[in-house]
């Protein structure tokens, strides 16, 4: 078992109301993976935009076989060391996010010493309040970016995304942000800060301009990172620093978004 949806379709983790596809339909991931996003649609957690931008990632993640690919892991050790050899990393989150991984958030910044900052593209108090209970469900203590009141702002940018907390996306050096919107990443590339982004979407502007970007969906690269950090952890002190600078000083995107632009063009003319 590679991803976290084999795990909740295999172990029934998430009870979802009125869920009646039998885990042998050829599409049953995906289309219970539908059904958690309109569950955290129902629920406050998602807009409506988030569930067309879910339509547009499936799209994507059909074209990639709906696997994450040996190219996508190469990029998941990156981030992870990259990550874990830093000062002040912050995983910045939103409705989707919460909706299909909150467990695995939680889980991973955990082991990273990470912060959480909710951050919101269509900002409401009551989604952001939503969406920290929910990771409060799942154990989190800490989570900025709710209830700002003190806030501090991303230059040159216009939505609301351009609102941070002063010790969380400010202040830190690597920032972690899963479904985002080009915008954002590239601002906050302009500030010097290091940017993970996870995307199906290998041509996106978020893709490009990122440090690193993990093209896979994030309900299976975040339960492989969280893995993965556990076993970078895992290797004796003394070697450990050299071991994720390796994976750092390795990887190139461009090059990396390339091969899975390529997985993409393979993928079409098989179907
Ligand atoms: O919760 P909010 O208010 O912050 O709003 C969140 C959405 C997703 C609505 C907002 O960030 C948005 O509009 O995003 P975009 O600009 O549509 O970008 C979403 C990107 O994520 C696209 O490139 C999609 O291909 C990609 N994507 C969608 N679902 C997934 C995904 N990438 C990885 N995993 C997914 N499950």
């Keep these: 078992m590679d991803s976290g949806i084999y ?5 029934r983790e998430l009870n979802l109301p009125n869920f009646h596809i039998p885990t042998t339909h050829p599409r049953a991931r995906s289309l219970f993976v539908r059904k958690m996003l309109v569950e955290g649609y129902k629920r406050g957690l998602v807009v409506p935009e ?11 993640d059909y074209l990639l076989g709906e696997a ?17 050899l830093s000062r ?25 010493g990470a912060k959480i900052e909710v951050n919101l593209f269509y900002r409401t108090n009551e989604r952001e309040q939503l969406i920290r209970k929910e990771l409060r469900n799942f154990g989190a203590t800490e989570i900025l970016g709710t209830s700002l009141t003190q806030d501090s702002i991303i230059p040159e940018l216009q939505s609301e995304r351009r609102r941070v907390d002063p010790n969380g996306i400010m202040r830190a050096d690597t920032v972690l942000v899963p479904l985002e919107d080009g915008d954002r990443t590239e601002a906050l590339v302009k500030m010097g800060k290091t940017v993970v982004a996870i995307d199906l979407n290998p041509m996106s502007r978020t893709a490009r301009s990122a440090d690193i970007t993990i093209v896979d969906n994030v309900i299976r690269t975040l339960p492989i990172m969280v893995a993965m950090v556990k076993k970078l952890k895992g290797i004796r002190l003394r070697y450990r620093e050299k ?17 899975s632009e390529s997985i993409m063009r393979g993928n079409l003319v098989r179907k």
């Excluded at 795990?7 to 172990?11: A, G, Q, V």
């Excluded at 988030?50 to 994507?60: K, M, P, S, T, V």
């Excluded at 002040?88 to 990273?112: F, R, Y």
């Excluded at 071991?243 to 091969?259: C, E, G, H, S, Y």
């Design 7 to 11: 795990d909740i379709l295999d172990r």
């Design 68 to 84: 994450t690919s040996s190219i996508a892991r190469v990029a998941i050790k990156a981030a992870s060391s990259t990550l874990m």
């Design 243 to 259: 071991v994720l600078r390796k994976a750092v000083w390795q990887f190139d995107n461009r090059t990396n978004l390339l091969k």
């Design 50 to 60: 988030g569930l067309i931008a879910h339509g547009r990632g499936e799209a994507f």
């Design 88 to 112: 002040c990393p912050v995983i910045s989150v939103n409705g989707n996010l919460v909706a299909l991984c909150a467990k695995a958030i939680v889980e991973l910044s955990q082991l990273l």
